[in-house]
């Protein structure tokens, strides 16, 4: 069975590789975003119970899928079930690009305005992911990694990310 997990920093890619490899493998994409932010201002973390609960009910609804987002407290959960483990880590530089150029993502945010607004904060947030020591960092990431023990894949840079 495919279920790949896709981890990294804010702005490095898991939602456009995650769409590709799911249009490309038919696997069930799910973006952790969508079930650990408040829908009503994309900024505020929902109750970590509510956000497990719903993920439990995508598990039972889906024999394989793609699931991506840099919310350790909702990857290590799925992580006994999946076949694949990628870690997109293309540095900082990349990751704020692609911020930049990122498109409205409404599952996120209720307006393209709010998502604007909230932009340079996700920015300087995610220059920090080196720094922090939270679920979103890079050593949480890296922990996440080594520890898993099947098919797993870094990538440090775009360039180098599977083409499916």
Known sequence: MNRIVIIGNAGVGKSTLAKRISSATKLTHFDLDSIAWDPTNGIDRRPLEASLAEQKEFLLAHAEWIIEGCHMSLVEPVLPYCSELIFLNPGGEQAEA?????????????????????????????KTYHEREDEFSLSAHRAVFNAFLGPKQEYTTMKGYPDF
């Open 98 to 126: 692609n911020c930049r150029a990122r498109p409205f993502e409404a599952h996120k945010f209720p307006s393209a305005k709010a998502q604007a607004e909230n932009l340079e904060a996700l920015i300087e947030w995610m």
